[in-house]
């Protein structure tokens, strides 16, 4: 588990908002962590641009990608980063605490450009996520932060990992009508995210 009075700063879906960033990066000087679950880009573009006004935040960084941008993309834009972590599907381990990431839009989005896995796909990379780990993952679990005009559109996979694995904490975006949105699933606190960040204490 975290270490008391542990802060993290984590945000979700910039979409290229360069202020948000900016606002972002001088809030980042009283976290110890900070987790962007996804969704710098917009459509693929901008990445580099978020990325530039994202790279004065000094404390460990921990990314993925969102539906809008690919891991490799986001790997190759936060070359030379030294504070940054790109997570998919992998673990790293901070001051003793694992972080666990998984991006994409799980399930497959309507969009032909989308960076998106199918539900088996992601429970694959899903069953990789060490318990005890916080999860971020940029789509949230189904039925959960998920509700777009009535509709649940979160993953299955998701969810079922967040009731196995049970990490005290799942942090997402994906679903911008969510934002904001809080759960719980067992032990765990869900959290939809969005541009605004949360600043959070574990």
Request: aromatic share 4%; net charge negative; hydrophobic share 40%.
């Amino acid at each position: 588990m975290l270490r008391g009075g542990v802060k993290l700063l984590a945000f979700s879906d910039l979409h290229t908002d360069l202020e948000a960033a900016g606002q972002l990066v001088e809030r980042s000087r009283d976290a110890d962590v900070v987790i962007a679950a996804g969704d710098l880009a917009s459509v693929h573009r901008g990445l580099e641009q978020t990325v530039g006004a994202l790279r004065a935040i000094e404390v460990p960084t921990v990314l993925i990608p969102g539906n809008n941008e690919t891991d490799e993309a986001l790997r190759e834009a936060c070359k030379g980063w030294e504070t940054a972590i790109v997570l998919h599907g992998e673990t790293v381990e901070i001051d003793g605490q694992a972080f666990f990431g998984l991006g994409a839009g799980v399930p497959v989005t309507p969009w032909e450009w989308s960076f998106d896995l199918t539900e088996e796909e992601a429970a694959g990379m899903l069953s990789e996520c060490p318990e005890g780990a916080v999860m971020v993952v940029h789509s949230p679990p189904r039925g959960h932060v998920d509700s777009s005009a009535g509709t649940h559109l979160g993953s299955a996979a998701v969810l079922r990992s967040i009731e196995q694995k049970r990490p005290p904490l799942a942090l997402c975006g994906h679903i911008h009508e969510s934002w904001g949105a809080e759960a719980t699933i067992g032990p765990t606190r869900v959290i939809n995210l969005g541009p605004d960040g949360r600043m959070l204490e574990i």
